[in-house]
């Protein structure tokens, strides 16, 4: 069984810019969740998506957003970066209660 | 909203002793899950125990046991017989029964296992 994994584990991005980073879920799981890390903080919830719909979503504005796609994969899109953008991304699946968390992408925004 | 606070930015212990971590939450609702995750400096988020609200049993595994004091909203990891593998943040989650899209997390605790 295929755990949860993230591409690319690094990213360097300027501000203004736009990135997509992705996740493949665990094999079968059906809901993908995303969370932004800031440095020394918890994750925080940024949306979540069920058979491809948005199924949830935290306090981010609308240049974050996201798709899941028939395999269940999913990407996390993000406009106009910002410089408070910079963080561990980190994307979990579920099919029920317990969510798998992937290893995350490390963005910095300069 | 529900809220979740660690109030141990840091903690450390001795190589086979006990540490016991704190968390406490703010929510309404009575039906819910409380977590406990490991962060290694690897980043992956690793699942330690799980405690559903409406069980008064305190949740065990293996070494990794929860006080679980509901009407105080308070949710302790006691780790036994502490391993030098046990060195990683430790993060402490609240999810809804009713809205389990979102998680909330508190800010971690950092624990430091001494040889």
């Known amino acids: 069984e295929t755990g949860v994994t993230q591409s690319p584990t690094h990213l360097i991005k300027t501000r203004g810019q736009q990135v997509t980073l992705r996740c493949s879920s665990q094999s079968g799981h059906n809901t993908v969740s995303w969370y932004q890390q800031a440095l020394g903080q918890g994750p925080q919830f940024i949306f979540q998506y069920y058979r491809e719909e948005e199924n949830g979503r935290g306090n981010f504005p609308p240049r974050f957003s996201g798709l899941q796609f028939p395999n269940y994969s999913s990407e996390l899109n993000v406009n106009a970066l910002e410089l408070d953008d910079s963080a561990l991304y980190l994307c979990?699946?579920?099919?029920?209660?317990?969510?798998?968390f992937g290893p995350g992408t490390r963005l910095t925004v300069l | 909203a529900q809220t979740v606070t660690q109030s141990q930015p840091e903690m450390s212990v001795q190589e086979a002793e006990t540490v016991t971590l704190s968390c406490t939450y703010d929510t309404s609702e009575s039906d819910y899950y409380l977590f406990w995750y490991k962060q290694p400096p690897s980043r992956q988020m690793i699942l330690v125990i799980r405690q559903e609200a409406y069980k008064q049993q305190n949740a065990t595994e293996n070494r990794f046991s929860v006080n679980f004091q509901k009407a105080a909203k308070s949710f302790s990891l006691k780790i036994s017989d502490s391993q030098l593998g046990d060195a990683a943040m430790y993060f402490c989650a609240y999810r809804s029964s009713y809205n389990n899209n979102d998680m909330r997390f508190g800010a971690g605790t950092r624990l430091t296992v001494k040889p």
């Open positions: 979990a699946s579920s099919l029920r209660l317990e969510q798998f």
